[in-house]
């Protein structure tokens, strides 16, 4: 299995950027399609962004334009640039895996298998 950590999340105002990194290790990269969610307090955690092995990523619609997801392979890191924040862009940000490398199942969390801890992302007015 993978194991995934995340970094880069902090505090920013609105129309600021910010690049999240997923560090993975145990497991053969390029098993796996990677993506993100973001979850806030009371909702349900939601699909942000996925990508291939070989690339080809897909997004949600209130990201598309502002985010952009890519990975690494050979470091076996993933990252999102995100930029343009609103406050509504406020959550804790979750890399995750998801067994397949080259198929990225459809962007919610029951197609994921791992997850990491979580990186908070505050955007303030």
């Known amino acids: 299995q993978v194991q995934l950590l995340e970094s880069g999340g902090g505090s920013v105002q609105t129309g600021g950027s910010l690049r999240l990194s997923c560090a993975a290790s145990?497991?053969?990269?390029?098993?796996?399609?990677m993506g993100w969610f973001r979850q806030t307090p009371g909702k349900e955690r939601e699909g942000v962004a996925a990508?291939?092995?070989?690339?080809?990523?897909n997004y949600a619609n209130s990201v598309k334009g502002r985010f952009t997801i890519s990975r690494d392979n050979a470091k076996a890191t993933l990252y999102l640039q995100v930029n343009n924040l609103t406050p509504a862009d406020t959550a804790m940000y979750y890399c995750?895996?998801?067994?397949?490398?080259?198929?990225?199942?459809?962007?919610?969390?029951?197609?994921?298998?791992?997850w990491g801890q979580g990186t908070q992302i505050t955007v303030s007015p």
């Open positions: 145990g497991d053969t990269y390029s098993n796996y399609c």
């Open positions: 990508i291939k092995y070989l690339g080809e990523p």
């Open positions: 995750a895996a998801a067994r397949g490398g080259f198929y990225c199942p459809p962007l919610t969390t029951r197609n994921f298998n791992y």
